[in-house]
């Protein structure tokens, strides 16, 4: 091979920019020394770089002997230009040659001093490809204008990344999960200056801080940031989130069937034990009967007349959302990118991926039942729950002093309680409801039925490059401010009776405690909400159901006392004083409430899990 001067062989002998004129077939060769491997022909393409051993000693089928040992040498690497994040020039220094055996069985360890750049790239584990590290190739060549060049090169791809955020605001939760948000900070701030993010910070200094601001900032100044990264637990998230949409998404009311919801609505006297299911008529839902919101915390009627911003218009498709895990169970980083591990979530954050993500609008119209107000307005992004779920997160605000602790004693003090409500709920049917439900056995003969033997699912999780969260359909709404058009015609269905719990789930919601999730086949953007009602039961069988959910491969939906129905929106109301909602993992009171799903309305920083 022939080698020239300058240390350039083939393609390109200059120091330009390899790609000039956007032909991918156009490369720089090189020869370098690649730290602790030795000399290799390190070559640029359109996609990355790659390289092969120049000098090494090489023995029959590529294999070398150390004491005794054999070994396959690595003569071919590569590294794609999606997965670097940062490349700097470290002047001049030691390259660590190979150490390897020689024919006579010694090492060998051949080091030199040299001008050096690295590349810092995304490591994938074969066996937890979920899971993201930071790595780090080290290039030495004794030319130091070849080593710029090179460094200027992949810098000038890497920059026309539009991809890739270039300015962040980041809120941190100081007390979040274990009071490690500032900790956890300052572990992954310096990969953002590797990658040159610049990132202004912010951290809170009172419940809901950080929703005021976003609230009150401009769409000017908001728009001089690619995203906001929230630095804690799901609940600090939703406080980002509603900071956001409550006053600039534009949205109608959720819908509700015609005999039922809403201020104007009289009082029921109605007392109702055993649950029953009653098919209603299609929906007449009417766009012009719901008022855009503008958002705030207690929203009431505005013009639908009301123009966005063109500044910054929402949904915005280049403004993500980011999460840095540091909160108690951080289930919508374990949804979205497979990991609950700060590195891993910044790493996404840093490469610019993306991924679109359902959120549910849940309006209250009602804190109580003798109540007269204005309907309030939260946006989710991963579950909202009444009965046990509120019970839990109320009992929990109680021991706040024993961290994400106070989670398990709660729920357990809760479970032994085995508390049900009367309540009400209506959901919009999108597809046919199996019969399966205990809505056909009555309670003469639910002690001779089995209930609660689970069944093995038949389910598809959701992963990367997802196929249904991809797939565009008109059953579903994504982002306009009606989903009016895609819901004539569907049917509201009504259960009413006792429960022991009323939820929605956005998403999966796997965490550490639910490795499945409640819902293990929810999709991040197919555009449902999974309304799962758990009806009054003995408690052992419920104890059966929180078992199979804690279970990695169990079903904790498939019982006769669960109903699970897939819909775009429902609606609900206690026939008790006042009900206590978990909304992704905050207080919200609620005796009357409707919700809606807005399908992949915010973008996050994430992939999707690869596994």
């Given at each position: 091979?022939?080698r020239?001067?300058n240390?350039?062989?083939?393609?390109?002998?200059?120091?330009?920019?390899?790609?000039?004129?956007?032909?991918?077939?156009?490369?720089?060769s090189?020869?370098?020394?690649?730290?602790?491997?030795?000399?290799?022909?390190?070559?640029?393409?359109a996609?990355?770089l790659?390289?092969?051993?120049?000098?090494?000693?090489?023995?029959?089928?590529d294999?070398?002997?150390?004491?005794?040992?054999?070994?396959?040498?690595d003569?071919?690497?590569?590294?794609?230009?999606?997965?670097?994040?940062?490349?700097?020039?470290?002047?001049?220094?030691?390259?660590h040659?190979?150490?390897?055996?020689?024919?006579?069985?010694?090492?060998?360890?051949?080091?030199?001093?040299?001008?050096?750049?690295?590349?810092?790239?995304?490591?994938?584990?074969?066996?937890?490809?979920s899971?993201w590290?930071?790595?780090?190739?080290?290039?030495?060549?004794?030319n130091?204008?070849i080593?710029?060049?090179?460094?200027?090169?992949?810098?000038?791809?890497?920059?026309?990344?539009?991809?890739?955020?270039?300015?962040?605001l980041?809120f941190?939760?100081?007390?979040?999960?274990?009071?490690?948000?500032?900790?956890?900070?300052e572990?992954?701030a310096?990969?953002?200056?590797?990658?040159?993010v610049?990132?202004?910070?912010?951290?809170?200094?009172?419940a809901?801080?950080?929703?005021?601001?976003?609230a009150?900032?401009?769409?000017?100044?908001?728009?001089?940031?690619?995203?906001?990264?929230?630095?804690?637990?799901?609940?600090?998230?939703?406080?980002i989130?509603?900071?956001?949409?409550?006053?600039?998404h534009k949205a109608?009311?959720?819908?509700?069937?015609?005999d039922?919801?809403?201020?104007a609505?009289?009082?029921?006297?109605?007392?109702?034990?055993?649950?029953?299911?009653?098919?209603?008529?299609?929906?007449?839902y009417?766009?012009d009967?719901?008022p855009?919101?503008?958002?705030?915390?207690?929203?009431?009627p505005?013009?639908?007349?009301?123009?966005?911003?063109?500044?910054?218009?929402?949904?915005?498709?280049?403004?993500?959302?980011?999460?840095?895990p540091a909160?108690?169970?951080?289930?919508?980083?374990i949804?979205?990118?497979?990991?609950?591990?700060?590195v891993?979530?910044?790493?996404h954050?840093?490469?610019?991926?993306?991924?679109?993500?359902?959120?549910a609008?849940?309006?209250?119209?009602?804190e109580?039942?003798?109540?007269?107000?204005e309907?309030?307005?939260?946006?989710?992004?991963?579950?909202?729950?009444?009965?046990?779920?509120?019970?839990v997160?109320?009992e929990?605000?109680?021991?706040?002093?024993?961290?994400p602790?106070?989670?398990?004693?709660?729920?357990?003090?809760?479970?032994l309680?085995h508390?049900?409500?009367?309540?009400?709920?209506?959901?919009?049917?999108?597809?046919?409801?199996?019969?399966?439900?205990?809505?056909?056995?009555?309670?003469?003969?639910?002690?001779?039925?089995?209930?609660?033997l689970?069944?093995?699912?038949?389910?598809?999780?959701c992963?990367?490059n997802?196929?249904v969260?991809?797939?565009?359909?008109?059953?579903?709404?994504?982002?306009?401010?009606?989903?009016?058009?895609n819901?004539?015609?569907?049917?509201w269905?009504r259960?009413?009776?006792?429960?022991?719990?009323v939820?929605?789930?956005?998403i999966?919601?796997?965490?550490?405690?639910?490795?499945d999730?409640?819902?293990?086949?929810?999709?991040?953007?197919?555009g449902?909400?999974?309304?799962?009602?758990?009806?009054?039961?003995p408690?052992p069988?419920?104890?059966?159901?929180?078992?199979?959910?804690?279970?990695?491969?169990g079903?904790?939906?498939?019982?006769?006392?669960?109903?699970?129905?897939?819909?775009?929106?429902?609606?609900?109301?206690?026939?008790?004083?006042?009900?206590?909602?978990?909304?992704?993992?905050?207080?919200?009171?609620?005796?009357q409430?409707?919700?809606?799903v807005?399908?992949?309305?915010?973008?996050?920083?994430?992939?999707?899990?690869?596994?």
């Amino acid at each position: 091979m022939e080698r020239k001067e300058n240390g350039l062989i083939g393609g390109n002998s200059h120091p330009n920019p390899p790609f000039p004129d956007g032909d991918e077939g156009s490369v720089l060769s090189s020869n370098f020394f690649l730290d602790h491997v030795g000399e290799v022909l390190l070559t640029h393409t359109a996609d990355g770089l790659s390289w092969k051993l120049v000098d090494s000693l090489h023995y029959e089928d590529d294999k070398f002997s150390c004491l005794g040992l054999k070994f396959v040498s690595d003569n071919k690497s590569e590294v794609n230009f999606a997965d670097v994040y940062a490349v700097d020039f470290i002047d001049w220094g030691l390259v660590h040659g190979s150490v390897l055996a020689s024919a006579e069985g010694s090492i060998l360890d051949h080091s030199s001093e040299m001008y050096r750049f690295t590349v810092h790239f995304v490591h994938k584990a074969k066996t937890q490809s979920s899971l993201w590290t930071p790595s780090v190739y080290t290039f030495g060549h004794k030319n130091l204008e070849i080593c710029k060049t090179w460094v200027n090169q992949i810098n000038a791809y890497l920059n026309v990344e539009a991809k890739r955020p270039k300015s962040l605001l980041v809120f941190i939760h100081p007390r979040s999960g274990k009071g490690q948000g500032c900790r956890i900070w300052e572990a992954v701030a310096p990969l953002f200056s590797q990658a040159k993010v610049k990132t202004k910070v912010i951290v809170t200094e009172r419940a809901g801080h950080a929703r005021d601001i976003l609230a009150s900032i401009t769409n000017r100044d908001l728009s001089l940031y690619d995203g906001v990264v929230a630095v804690g637990g799901d609940g600090f998230f939703n406080e980002i989130l509603n900071g956001i949409l409550l006053s600039r998404h534009k949205a109608s009311y959720p819908p509700a069937p015609a005999d039922s919801m809403h201020p104007a609505e009289s009082e029921w006297k109605v007392s109702i034990h055993n649950v029953e299911r009653t098919i209603l008529e299609p929906s007449d839902y009417n766009q012009d009967d719901c008022p855009l919101l503008t958002g705030s915390e207690h929203v009431g009627p505005q013009s639908p007349n009301c123009e966005q911003d063109p500044e910054f218009p929402f949904p915005n498709e280049m403004f993500r959302f980011g999460i840095i895990p540091a909160g108690s169970t951080d289930a919508i980083v374990i949804c979205t990118t497979g990991a609950r591990d700060p590195v891993t979530s910044a790493l996404h954050i840093i490469l610019g991926k993306r991924v679109h993500l359902d959120i549910a609008q849940v309006v209250r119209w009602k804190e109580t039942q003798s109540s007269n107000e204005e309907p309030c307005v939260r946006y989710a992004a991963s579950f909202a729950g009444y009965g046990f779920y509120g019970d839990v997160i109320t009992e929990s605000e109680k021991y706040r002093w024993m961290g994400p602790k106070r989670y398990d004693y709660a729920g357990t003090k809760v479970f032994l309680q085995h508390r049900s409500y009367e309540a009400e709920v209506n959901y919009l049917e999108v597809e046919s409801e199996t019969e399966s439900s205990s809505l056909e056995t009555g309670p003469q003969d639910s002690n001779t039925t089995v209930w609660c033997l689970p069944k093995k699912p038949d389910r598809a999780s959701c992963l990367a490059n997802c196929v249904v969260c991809n797939s565009k359909s008109d059953d579903t709404m994504v982002g306009p401010p009606s989903l009016a058009p895609n819901l004539k015609g569907l049917k509201w269905s009504r259960s009413k009776g006792r429960f022991l719990s009323v939820g929605a789930a956005v998403i999966s919601c796997r965490n550490e405690k639910a490795p499945d999730g409640l819902v293990a086949d929810a999709h991040l953007s197919d555009g449902f909400l999974h309304l799962i009602l758990i009806k009054d039961c003995p408690h052992p069988f419920y104890l059966w159901h929180l078992i199979q959910l804690a279970r990695r491969g169990g079903d904790p939906l498939d019982f006769k006392f669960v109903e699970h129905h897939k819909t775009p929106a429902f609606t609900f109301k206690s026939f008790g004083k006042e009900g206590v909602w978990n909304v992704d993992g905050e207080l919200f009171l609620a005796h009357q409430l409707s919700a809606q799903v807005f399908r992949g309305l915010v973008s996050l920083f994430a992939t999707g899990p690869l596994e």
